[in-house]
């Protein structure tokens, strides 16, 4: 089975660092990307990893361990343009996307 | 921008009609993939195309809904019959089949049957 579990809501302070988990079981895997969601439009590409470890960009990081099913999306220095949902997306055969619900995080002055 | 088009962005129609919606993606991007989105919820893949091919098609894809891509390039979604399960945003994401093959997604078209 597939399955993707990620919190459902997260607050944090402007200024601030949060840390988004995602831990997945997918049939095949070929990678994991992050997508950021504002509401109302369509997801925007964040990261990808494909090996362990922590790919870093800007102010966002993502971190990958494959024999964990584990990932985590850090986001340094919160401005309130990061209120979005943030979706983890392994993927499987012919390289398809497979979401969870994803995590809806508020940020507050 | 992403470069991944998609129209129309909101189709209102009536149970029963048949509606078409269309995604052109970025224009050297070999693969193209069509999501649909509730609210609330992540986007669950319909349907993948490599070219002109259509190579997968999820278990949500009933009969009533079938997507083409002729010339490779642009593609369409059809659902014939629609109920008011269908409404949601469809979206479309294309990607280019070498490096980390990341999909970038178009606006997507939110579709609301009466």
């Known amino acids: 089975g597939q399955n993707i579990d990620q919190p459902t809501e997260m607050t944090a302070t402007e200024g601030a660092i949060v840390q988004i988990n995602c831990t997945y079981q997918?049939?095949?895997?070929?990678?994991l990307f992050w997508y950021q969601q504002h509401a109302g439009e369509a997801p925007t590409f964040l990261s990808y990893n494909v090996l362990d470890g922590l790919e870093e960009k800007g102010r966002f990081s993502s971190f990958l361990s494959r024999s964990k099913g584990y990932s985590y999306l850090l986001l340094k220095e919160l401005q309130m343009k990061d209120s979005a949902s943030y979706l983890c997306?392994?993927?499987?055969?012919?390289?398809?996307?497979?979401f969870g619900a994803g995590t809806r995080l508020a940020v507050h002055p | 921008d992403t470069g991944v088009s998609q129209d129309p962005r909101h189709k209102i129609t009536k149970r029963g009609q048949n509606v078409t919606f269309r995604c052109d993606p970025i224009s050297e991007h070999n693969r193209l993939y069509w999501y649909r989105q509730t609210l609330g919820q992540g986007p669950e893949f319909l349907t993948y195309?490599?070219?002109?091919?259509?190579?997968?098609k999820s278990r949500l894809l009933s009969d009533r809904f079938s997507a083409e891509r002729p010339k490779g390039s642009f593609s369409t979604l059809e659902i014939q019959r629609t109920e008011q399960g269908d409404s949601a945003m469809y979206l479309c994401a294309s990607s280019l089949r070498q490096g980390t093959d990341t999909q970038y997604f178009g606006p997507g078209t939110r579709l609301t049957v009466l």
């Open positions: 997918t049939s095949g895997f070929n990678g």
């Open positions: 997306a392994p993927s499987g055969g012919y390289n398809k996307l497979i």
């Open positions: 195309f490599q070219n002109e091919a259509q190579l997968e």
